[in-house]
């Protein structure tokens, strides 16, 4: 049985994405799935001097050891005025000043949903770009627009038929790689 992260980017314990993660990787055949925020992680803001001064925080590397431990990850990406959550980027900084090749040659599902009708695109267009340049194989990505309309807002799961025929196909991929 292979080991999937459902990491939803954002703090909220409300979150949608974690919920949107956590539903998507519940789709991806044979698979123990491990639900993970940064909150699971807290760490301080990140800066040079402070890392020159203390180091690298036990947290960043706990992350990287989850992620070594894992076999694929699905992130789903909240967006915060058009980019990544604070949160998330304050740790993949952290875990990157550790290790360059955060996603350890692991395949990734990215998503994002929001409220809205872009459903967090422009995060999601950003992490796409991103991720192969820290080691991360991308096996698809998909964005949710109206999470109110085409998403159970309680347990993530895409109501929305056509989006959730497009997720299945994408659970399905990620399956296949780690054949």
Request: hydrophobic share 45%.
């Amino acid at each position: 049985m292979s080991r999937v992260l459902a990491f939803g980017t954002s703090m909220n314990s409300r979150s949608i994405n974690r919920k949107l993660a956590s539903y998507a990787a519940s789709l991806v055949a044979d698979t123990h799935v491990e639900p993970l925020t940064p909150a699971d992680f807290p760490l301080p803001v990140y800066s040079q001097d402070l890392e020159r001064e203390s180091g690298i925080p036990q947290a960043a590397h706990d992350f990287l050891a989850a992620i070594a431990n894992a076999d694929a990850l699905v992130i789903s990406f909240a967006e915060h005025n058009g980019s990544y959550t604070a949160a998330f980027k304050n740790l993949f900084d952290w875990a990157s000043r550790a290790e360059r090749k955060v996603f350890q040659n692991k395949p990734v599902l990215l998503l994002s949903t929001s409220p809205g009708g872009g459903g967090g695109k422009t995060v999601l267009a950003q992490a796409s770009a991103m991720m192969p340049h820290f080691d991360g194989v991308v096996v698809g990505a998909l964005s949710i627009p109206r999470a109110g309309q085409n998403l159970d807002t309680e347990t993530g799961r895409v109501v929305d038929e056509a989006l959730h025929n497009q997720l299945l196909a994408l659970a399905k991929t990620l399956a296949e790689s780690l054949k």
